[in-house]
């Protein structure tokens, strides 16, 4: 397994001498598993560079599966300058959890709305298909994928693979469920029981890229942001026993020079803990390969994953401390699509029994101790030890936490963020539905793109990179049956690659129609014209509902200077079209030649012949 960086650096790009060590690029890791899949973990600036490595190693693309944490910018920018996805027959699919207001394909098509980018997502040249994810485990290839909820502003996920003996996470964009400044308890245990869960989830990885944003000094100012303490992850991945720690995620305004002694830092805390734990921190070009035992290792499944867990019409019992805070708290998830019902302190555990809601949600106050009883209440029932419970505590301190730890038990202090609040519920009704019987289980995929293009005419054998160049400004074009797509003598014009439906191409001989052939999926029509700018010299009509890919005069010409395999291939397209079209030419010249010095006709003239040159 090899992970290779090409974005390190989070919420913004900083190409800048401070950072050029390091890398300025957000974030984008690949991973290759040696069974011919490519994974990528978001899509941030560095998958441009990404995409150009890519179409440089051979003449086919391996299946491409881009794993996104979540849809916030710096993780999705990149994708509409990744060059795979402007060749045609490139397959790609997304991962992803489903945001608060959109679906992920709406998430990545929205960035490339015309008022942002000329290019639309149904305008690629590849196969683009949408695949949401909950909390589950699935295959990609000969790799196990697990996925867990993150602490962040937006709904994120992080990821697990395993591949034979090899375990490797990725977790980015997490902030510390609860982070003293002292850091663990006397036991080496987290008060908070979502940083236990989080423990558990990247356990015993040889390999963990976690997100390091800020240290210990810099974080107070920016709780609520959604990003990590150096000394967190650190701590983190000694309890978890991991081998080796990647920090990630810098933040913009960090230098080279800070993240070099932070980096410091972080091996003397783990020398200081006993810890053998190895750390690294990312820099764009880090090549990392995790060995395993020479065997021999299957392709899992070359499919989809499993239906991801929806939590549309979850059941929510909201108590709060006061009408007012239940009314808030509901306005909070009202958009979300959930069922929720208010009920006062005194009637939560009776209401829960009758309902058996997916989710309880108490707003503290300040008397807690009657948080904790409602909470014991609840959990001394069978119908409620496994309920979800989130406790909105009214102190910003962990007291709660500390009595409340349990794993059906979250807590949210004070003060209420609702861009934590909303993605912390979605966590919990997904954990729910996955395992439950209220489970409604989807799985959301879309093709964007008509059917693969296969390799014909002067595209066969075209390098991917040049294939990339000579479709990246190309516009889609629809025609219905029977529709002209050109005229013989119309005025130049550009290329069309026919991308499904068939086209007939005539020519005109006197009154007769001469069909030169039919054009399918895969092959090129307008070459000459394009080429010369001269007149069309066949008509090329519609035989079926047909999608093509037109390439402007202008711009074909200038592609072609750039893509010299692409203008040999073109080369050896026309040669071959002339030498069908000679020995025809030779047979009418010839008979032409013969009509001229026959004897004349009745009428003292020889029949006229039309010679024709396509």
Not at 456 to 482: H, K, M, S
């Amino acid at each position: 397994m090899l992970i290779r960086f090409w974005g390190t650096r989070g919420s913004i790009p900083t190409p800048d001498r401070r950072t050029n060590y390091f890398g300025g690029n957000t974030s984008c890791v690949e991973v290759r598993t040696g069974d011919d899949h490519v994974i990528v973990l978001d899509c941030g600036t560095g998958a441009r560079p990404l995409g150009l490595d890519i179409l440089g190693r051979g003449e086919s693309l391996p299946p491409l599966h881009i794993l996104i944490t979540h849809t916030h910018w710096d993780h999705i920018q990149g994708f509409p300058f990744f060059l795979p996805a402007y060749v045609p027959g490139a397959r790609l699919t997304f991962y992803g959890t489903r945001g608060l207001e959109r679906t992920l394909e709406a998430s990545i098509s929205g960035q490339m709305h015309q008022t942002y980018f000329p290019v639309q997502l149904g305008e690629l040249r590849a196969e683009v298909d949408f695949v949401e994810l909950a909390e589950q485990r699935f295959t990609l290839g000969s790799c196990r994928v697990t996925t867990q909820f993150l602490n962040h502003t937006a709904p994120t996920i992080g990821y697990r693979f395993e591949r034979g003996p090899l375990k490797f996470a990725y977790v980015t964009d997490h902030e510390p469920f609860w982070w003293p400044p002292t850091g663990l308890t006397p036991a080496g245990t987290y008060l908070h029981p979502g940083d236990e869960r989080h423990i558990a989830f990247v356990a015993g990885v040889d390999l963990l890229v976690h997100d390091a944003q800020y240290s210990d000094r810099e974080y107070p100012a920016k709780r609520g942001w959604g990003h990590s303490p150096i000394e967190y992850v650190v701590d983190v991945a000694v309890r978890a026993g991991v081998k080796r720690l990647v920090l990630f995620h810098h933040d913009p305004l960090h230098s080279d020079a800070w993240v070099r002694q932070s980096t410091e830092r972080a091996r003397r805390r783990a020398r200081a803990a006993g810890s053998s734990l190895e750390i690294l921190a990312a820099a764009e070009g880090l090549e990392i390969r995790l060995e395993e035992p020479v065997r021999s290792t299957k392709s899992l499944l070359n499919g989809v994953p499993r239906a991801a867990a929806s939590t549309r019409g979850g059941r929510i019992l909201v108590a709060g401390s006061t009408a007012n805070t239940a009314r808030e708290i509901r306005d909070v998830l009202a958009g979300d699509g959930y069922q929720i019902t208010l009920a006062g302190n005194g009637k939560v555990a009776r209401l829960a029994e009758r309902q058996r809601p997916h989710l309880l949600i108490l707003a503290g106050s300040k008397r807690e101790t009657a948080l904790l009883d409602t909470v014991k209440r609840v959990r001394g029932e069978a119908w409620g030890a496994s309920l979800p419970i989130l406790v909105l505590a009214a102190s910003e301190g962990p007291g709660v936490a500390g009595r409340l730890a349990d794993r059906f038990t979250d807590i949210v202090t004070r003060p209420l963020n609702p861009a934590f609040l909303r993605p912390r519920v979605r966590a919990w009704l997904s954990r729910g539905a996955a395992s439950g019987p209220a489970s409604r289980g989807i799985r959301r995929q879309r093709i964007v793109s008509t059917s693969i293009v296969p390799e014909r005419g002067f595209l066969r054998g075209l390098p991917l990179g040049e294939r990339a160049v000579l479709f990246l400004g190309a516009q889609t074009a629809r025609f219905r049956d029977g529709e002209i797509i050109f005229k013989e003598g119309d005025p130049a014009g550009g290329l069309y690659l026919v991308r499904a439906g068939r086209v007939r191409l005539t020519v005109r001989e006197g009154d007769r129609e001469i069909v030169l052939g039919i054009a399918k999926s895969g092959d090129t029509l307008g070459e000459l014209a394009a080429l010369d700018g001269g007149p069309r010299t066949a008509t090329a009509q519609a035989l079926c509902a047909t999608a093509a890919d037109y390439i402007p005069r202008e711009l074909f010409a200038a592609s072609l200077s750039s893509t010299p395999a692409a203008a040999v291939r073109l080369l050896h397209l026309m040669a071959e079209r002339l030498r069908r079209t000679d020995p025809r030419v030779g047979e009418l010249t010839s008979l032409e030649s013969t009509l001229r010095h026959a004897p004349t006709g009745h009428r003292g003239r020889a029949p006229k012949m039309r010679s024709r040159r396509r």
